[in-house]
């Protein structure tokens, strides 16, 4: 019996193949859509998933509360983790790592620079990654190891078996090889390649209680209560803090660590897990979009197919035979669009993956997509046929025959109901991918406050480190180079914090927290930051060493009138304020500016060389940087990096969302007019008889087409009308998330229903136009 009704449904589509291709390519868009998006989110949700017992695994953050503002970070002090691990029993193990580090590797004639990290002896503990050779509890005891991935053994030794042999790291230490581990999956929230004692870069300065540098994690016991566990780690970082110092620790566990990021009133409020519910909710209505218009393209050729459902129930067919007939027509459609889909996402996924910045990969034996696939396909089918299959095996076969053949209102509202959400949608889409533009636009063209245009920068490695200043003079001397400086952290990117400064007046009862980073001479005049009172860092000052430069956000927060030449203590010890920057933006618009000191040293804790270049000369600047730094340093690889480049990646995701929207509100359109097509060819075949009098009483062509339209301009006009006030209230709330953001005006919301409106009587006027051009003696021939 399946088999027949099979049969007859694939007898239908072939009979009506520009109709069964309509609605086959509509289907397979917005499946292919739905999958790609499928295929991200799974990416998403599966952050750190590569580790066993994930959920108790834990990173240590640190709080504050900061002249009423409530903040929440990454880094910790140092001496945080011995207090957690001599006081906290819950805790099973614990490590402290540094922020990722390139470093040159070296093994024979073989060099490259390798991303890793330093962490304490128990990162392996914590962090339970399969090992290929060695001992994962003492991999990096003895400050002299080095445990690498797989990767690494594979490129430098030939073979993962690279226990015993030795690296240089850094042209200047020798490690041996203790152990190698398995390459850490694209979606880890730790990325390395190494790791090695964290010892081996400590300093004294890494040991106070001001200094928020690195991250700790922690592995609680199986039985341990998170929340108690949390509860007593506050009580001991609470007990062991020096009274001047008033952060305090928050424990989040690592599975929630990518996708819940942001923190207000010090719970987490969000992150990426927005991304992952807005596009998880765009992917279904794509797929209703494209669902909506098999019905409505279906509805459309209903008077062509009511003769055949009439003969069908005059010769004893039952209604559920034309149901199941139907329903086989749409389950037959949904599979050859998913086949379709599938086509399109296998060509579509390596652009893709470069726009969201991922190795997503379709595995052919993975059960869960297939499952999904089939799922999809049913769904799918049984959603866009339901609505035709019922209507049409509904059909009276005594009207139907007698060509009394008429839609009732109720049917009409639903069909008009479907595009209006259809369009709804899509201008919901339209809005987000205008203010996202826009904000994305502010955030490049906005005044910083420094100038990250023609800005180079250079990684301080092997002798530069020791000859900092020798090597700023070389590259000054360029005709090519407007100015030159050192940094410890690049300028747009300030995330060191500290609790260390003090000053004269200070109130006993104000916690402060203020951003700070090593700096070299000609600082200020390097990123074109304006001085609003004194002067920058210069080295005809060798006093400079001990003295501070602040910004204003700093002497706001220290209530200092003429701040120059006034005492404050610092890292340096007491020294004296010698300029006053104005502010600058030292993160992303995400957050608000925050009070900065800049410390004038040169020595392992300076990154970067900042490189200005004279405006049309960047070419030539890089050649000379090059041949100087070779001269410098021949053992390293010559490599830099734009300043403005960095500065972008800061709203890589933001960039993601915008690239994607822009492409989500361009299909839903598409397919919306698909939908929209199908619509008027079912409007002109009803009114076919009527264009037919109005032409011969004389109505010109563009009257006919003005009949046509002016019934969709109304349905796209309530679609501008209920979906503005759900986008307004969408992207106010996204927008809320930067300090600094353009103001939503109705520009945009007219903006975008201007877009739909065009767009969607472009559609229309194809039809319009078709029907508008017929003969009306063929219009008006009894049939």
Not at 343 to 364: T, Y
Request: contains cysteine; hydrophobic residues 45%; proline residues 3%.
């Amino acid at each position: 019996m399946f088999k027949n009704y099979f049969k007859i449904a694939i007898r239908s589509l072939l009979k009506n193949k520009l109709f069964s291709f309509i609605n086959i390519f509509g289907l397979a868009l917005g499946m292919s859509c739905s999958m790609l998006i499928w295929l991200w989110v799974r990416d998403e949700i599966s952050y750190n998933s590569f580790y066993p017992d994930l959920e108790q695994i834990y990173l240590v953050r640190s709080a504050s509360d900061w002249n009423g503002e409530k903040n929440v970070g990454e880094a910790t002090p140092g001496p945080w983790s011995e207090a957690i691990q001599k006081e906290v029993p819950e805790v099973a193990a614990l490590t402290k790592i540094t922020w990722n580090r390139d470093l040159l590797v070296k093994a024979g004639e073989k060099s490259t620079k390798e991303n890793g990290i330093y962490a304490t002896q128990d990162f392996f503990k914590v962090f339970q990654t399969p090992f290929v050779a060695g001992n994962a509890n003492t991999a990096i005891d003895q400050p002299t190891s080095i445990a690498i991935s797989r990767k690494l053994a594979e490129k430098y030794f030939g073979s993962s078996n690279a226990v015993g042999k030795t690296l240089k790291l850094d042209n200047s230490s020798d490690y041996t090889v203790s152990a190698v581990f398995e390459d850490i999956p694209q979606n880890a929230s730790v990325q390395l390649d190494w790791v090695i004692n964290f010892k081996v870069q400590e300093q004294d300065w890494m040991k106070t209680w001001g200094n928020f540098s690195f991250k700790t994690f922690v592995r609680l016991n199986p039985q341990a209560d998170p929340v108690h566990a949390d509860a007593i780690i506050k009580k001991v970082i609470k007990k062991n803090t020096p009274p001047q110092f008033a952060s305090f620790p928050i424990l989040q566990g690592l599975k929630d660590l990518y996708l819940h990021g942001e923190y207000e009133n010090l719970k987490p409020t969000g992150g990426r897990i927005e991304y992952v519910r807005v596009f998880s909710i765009v992917a279904i209505f794509i797929l209703l979009i494209a669902c909506v218009n098999f019905m409505n393209l279906s509805t459309a050729r209903s008077v062509k197919r009511a003769k055949e459902v009439g003969v069908r129930k005059v010769v004893g067919a039952e209604r559920k035979f034309l149901v199941m007939q139907f329903l086989g027509e749409s389950l037959i459609v949904s599979g050859l669009a998913a086949f379709l889909a599938m086509i399109f996402v296998i060509g579509l996924l390596p652009a893709f993956n470069e726009v969201v910045q991922k190795q997503i990969s379709l595995k052919a034996l993975d059960p869960v997509l297939w499952l999904s696939i089939i799922s999809l396909v049913l769904v799918t089918g049984m959603v866009a046929g339901s609505y035709p299959a019922l209507y049409l095996s509904s059909l009276q076969p005594i009207r139907i025959l007698k060509g009394r053949l008429t839609f009732t209102n109720k049917g009409a509202f639903l069909r008009k109901g479907l595009v209006v959400f259809q369009f709804g949608l899509s201008i919901f889409l339209i809005i987000g991918m205008l203010v996202i533009g826009r904000q994305m636009k502010y955030i490049q063209t906005k005044r910083l406050g420094l100038n990250k245009e023609n800005v180079l920068y250079i990684t301080l490695e092997g002798n530069l480190i020791n000859k900092l200043e020798v090597f700023r003079q070389e590259i000054m001397n360029s005709p090519f180079v407007a100015s030159a400086t050192t940094t410890g952290a690049m300028p747009t990117n300030i995330q060191g914090n500290s609790g260390d400064l003090d000053w004269d007046g200070r109130d006993k009862d104000l916690v402060n927290t203020v951003s700070a980073t090593f700096v070299g001479y000609d600082f200020a005049k390097t990123m074109n930051i304006e001085m609003l009172d004194g002067r920058d860092f210069s080295k005809d000052f060798a006093a400079d060493t001990a003295n501070y430069i602040v910004n204003e956000a700093a002497v706001k927060m220290m209530k200092m009138k003429d701040p120059v030449g006034k005492q404050v203590k610092f890292w340096m010890g007491k020294g004296t304020i010698v300029g006053v920057m104005k502010d600058f933006h030292l993160s992303s618009f995400h957050q608000a500016i925050q009070p900065l000191i800049l410390v004038n040293y040169k020595g392992l804790n300076t990154e970067y060389m900042m490189i200005k270049t004279q405006p049309g000369k960047t070419k030539e600047a890089i050649a000379y940087v090059e041949k100087i730094t070779r001269a410098f340093n021949p053992d390293y690889p010559f490599t830099y990096h734009f300043l403005d480049e960095d500065y972008e990646k800061m709203y890589r995701s933001e960039m993601i969302v915008n690239t994607l929207i822009k492409y989500f509100g361009i299909l839903a359109i598409v397919i919306s007019c698909l939908g929209l097509l199908g619509l008027a060819a079912f409007t002109a075949e009803q009114r076919t008889k009527e264009i037919g009098i109005r032409k011969v009483l004389g109505a010109n062509v563009a009257s006919v087409i003005a009949l046509l339209s002016k019934d969709f301009i109304k349905l796209i006009l309530v679609s501008i009308v209920l979906a503005s006030p759900l986008a307004w209230y969408v992207m106010d709330k996204w927008l809320q998330d930067f300090v600094y953001h353009i103001d939503l005006s109705w520009g945009i919301f007219m903006l975008a229903g201007g877009i739909a409106v065009s767009v969607a009587m472009f559609t229309v006027s194809f039809q319009s136009i078709k029907a508008a051009l017929m003969n009306p003696v063929k219009s008006l021939k009894s049939e």
